[in-house]
Each structure stands twice: as structure tokens, then as C-alpha cells.
């Protein structure tokens, strides 16, 4: 989970130059640039944000598998499958495929809701003892609270194309048994009509490099959302990975556990789910796209505003953010107090904290003569 980061940070640097990475440092560092070759590097810079891309791949018709919240009548069932990242991303959109009832229309969805979990342990008692014959390789107990984007709360937005009748040839509805013997062969094959969810993210999910689990749940005005599998391994056009998992799966009843969908209940599989995901790297893991970060490197943990940047980098002890040396201590504390009231304005930090960096910046020699 550790994430490399910009160590150019500390030095003093223009903003033109903070902008230009490692890569830019390594070739100032070697040789006079013009401004001609500045301009080119940063260039090609601004077009290293680089694309995140995840798919399973399209549905193979093996098994479609419950996703739902409760209503009345109905107990909360929730279908999971994996996706690795190897850097910091930020998540814009996600797409999973599955089966609405046969006649469905996309107005039969009301509401979709979207969860992330890390793999088990974490998020997870260890304590307690599994009501199932295996935790390990399993979706975490309870989602990571901040990644979760519902519609019923404007933080997502979704859009359903339904595409062609579809059948699966197996399925599990209600079929989730507690205990050490939780095969059933499955619920057998369901047909209905083959639908694209299409979500998007607002605000996007922000995830450092790691292995996590993909839960999305859909809300119909009748009927059931099950989830279609997609192949497994995964082949191109989806996007293989190394370590890839089998999809889970879980009621109300059976929570916090998960069981295996393919070895626990069916005997077949391992099955994944039809989903992908999009967005973009984020080099420094402070939340904010590489392509929106105008200060990469921001040090691990620290607030940042829409632009990706801290009050230290905007108001760097070096000097000014625009370059050349402050002019007294009196204009560095002005600027991080500048910053500070900005940041508090936004909701960023707290008065308590404003006034602690403020109070922390009059304490520094930063700006004194000889610094
Ligand atoms: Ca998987
Ligand atoms: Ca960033």
C-alpha cells in the first residue's frame, strides 16, 4: 500500500518547474534547457496523466447472482467481485452488466448503490468466528465507509441501456446458507432482459494502490438485479490481472461472512462479475487526477484543495510558490494565513486547525533573513 512519491518537493522550485517531475528534474539536472526545450518537457508532462482502465469483460452466461438492497419483504443480498490497482487512482465511472425481468425498461431501476471493500482482514473482526467454511480471500466485513456512492444521495448518477434478452445457465437468488455446508448446485437458469448500468462517480473514488472488492447493488420497482458473470481468467478486451479472485456473495442473514459463489454453492467456477472501471492515475494519492493536480507530490495524508494542493505548497518555506525568495517573515505568514483562511472557507480544515498552522508558521524562521 505504499506509494512512491515525488521527493523533488523540498526543493526550491517555480511551480513551471515543480510541474515538470522527476522526469523534467533529471533532464534540467544534466544540461542547459532553453525555453524552447522547457516548453516541450512541459508538454510532456501534461500528457502523462495517464488513463486507469479495469474490466472483467462481457458476460459469459454461467451464473447470474443476486445484488440488492432491502425493501419491505425483501432482505439486502450482495454480490462482490475483485479489481487490483498498482497506484493511487481516482475512479470516475464504473459499468456492470446484469438481468433485469424479462419487459424491464431502464425506468425500472430506482435507485443503484455502489460499495467498495478491501480484502479480508481488513475492515474486518477477526475475533469472531466465520459461519462459513472460508473467510480468507473474501471481501472485508464492512465496505470502506468514505469509497460508498448511493443515488438515493446525489453521489451518484446512473444511466441503464438495456441490450438483448439474455439467460444465464445458473443461478443464486436465495440459496445463501449459513454453516459449513453451503452447496446448492445453484437455483438453475434464468432468462430476462440484459441491461448496462452505466454509473458515474460525484465525487469520484479516490483508492491507493491495492486489491479491492466491486459492489454494486440495483433497486427495481419489481423484480430482482442478478449480476452476470464474465469469464475467468479474464480475456482481453477485459484487463487480466495477477491475483485475480472468484466473485462472493451475501444476505442480511449471512453478514458480516461471504461465501464463494463457484466452490462454496455451485461446485462451478470460479466465476468473476461483469463490471469496469475508469478514471485516472493520481501520482501522489492525495485524491485529486493527475490531470487537475497542479502540485504533484503533495506528502501523503496532507489536506489538499480541488487543485491538489497543500498550504505548504502554497505557501512553501523556500519562498513563494511563484518563484524567487519571500521578502520578510511577515509576508510568509501572510500567505500561509492567506491560504489557511481559504482552506477554511472551504470546509478543508477546522477554525482549530487554521489557527494552529498559522500560529505554527509564526514560529518558523521561514522568510527570516538568511533562510
Ligand atoms: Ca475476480
Ligand atoms: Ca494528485
New binding site residues.
Given amino acids: 500500500m505504499t506509494i512512491e512519491r515525488n521527493k523533488m518537493k523540498t526543493i526550491n522550485e517555480t511551480p513551471a518547474l515543480r510541474r515538470l517531475g522527476p522526469f523534467g528534474w533529471a533532464a534540467l539536472s544534466t544540461k542547459k534547457t532553453t525555453a524552447g526545450a522547457l516548453t516541450l518537457l512541459l508538454l510532456a508532462f501534461q500528457t502523462s496523466a495517464a488513463t486507469f482502465l479495469f474490466s472483467?469483460g462481457d458476460p459469459d452466461g454461467k451464473i447470474a447472482t443476486l445484488s440488492r438492497p432491502s425493501s419491505p419483504g425483501k432482505i439486502q443480498t450482495e454480490t462482490a467481485?475483485?479489481?487490483m490497482v498498482t497506484q493511487a487512482v481516482v475512479i470516475a465511472q464504473a459499468t456492470f452488466t446484469g438481468l433485469l425481468p424479462s419487459g424491464a425498461v431502464p425506468a425500472s431501476v430506482g435507485n443503484v448503490e455502489v460499495e467498495f471493500y478491501h480484502v479480508f482482514p481488513g475492515d474486518s473482526n477477526t475475533n469472531r468466528t466465520p459461519n462459513v467454511p472460508t473467510r480468507a480471500n473474501s471481501p472485508g466485513d464492512v465496505e470502506i465507509e468514505d469509497a460508498t456512492r448511493d443515488g438515493s444521495d446525489g453521489s451518484l448518477s446512473f444511466a441503464v441501456m438495456i441490450v438483448t434478452s439474455f439467460t444465464a445457465s445458473n443461478s443464486v437468488v436465495n440459496g445463501i446458507i449459513p454453516g459449513s455446508a453451503p452447496f446448492t448446485s445453484g437455483e438453475g437458469a434464468v432468462s430476462g432482459a440484459e441491461a448496462v448500468v452505466t454509473v458515474t462517480f460525484n465525487p469520484p473514488v479516490a483508492l491507493p494502490a491495492g486489491h479491492y472488492f466491486f459492489r454494486p447493488e440495483v433497486q427495481l420497482s419489481s423484480g430482482d438485479f442478478l449480476w452476470l458473470s464474465a469469464p475467468?481468467p479474464?480475456v482481453a478486451p477485459g484487463t487480466p490481472f495477477t491475483g485475480?479472485?472468484?466473485?462472493w456473495i451475501r444476505n442480511d442473514a449471512l453478514a458480516p461472512d461471504w461465501l464463494r459463489i463457484g466452490t462454496d454453492i455451485t461446485h462451478q467456477g470460479?466465476?468473476?462479475?461483469a463490471f469496469s472501471l475508469s478514471g485516472e492515475t493520481d501520482e501522489d494519492g492525495d485524491g485529486v487526477a493527475d490531470s487537475a493536480d497542479l502540485c504533484p507530490g503533495t506528502p501523503a495524508g496532507t489536506v489538499v484543495d480541488a487543485s491538489g494542493c497543500s498550504i505548504d505548497q502554497i505557501a512553501p518555506c523556500s519562498g513563494p510558490a511563484s518563484g524567487g525568495t519571500w521578502k520578510n517573515h511577515g509576508q510568509y505568514v501572510s500567505s500561509v494565513a492567506h491560504a489557511a483562511e481559504a482552506f477554511l472557507a472551504q470546509g478543508l480544515i477546522s477554525a482549530e486547525q487554521a489557527e494552529k498552522i498559522v500560529a505554527e508558521a509564526g514560529q518558523s524562521n521561514c522568510g527570516s533573513t538568511g533562510k
Fill in positions: 472483467t467481485d475483485d479489481f475467468r479474464i485475480d479472485l472468484q466473485s470460479p466465476f468473476n462479475a
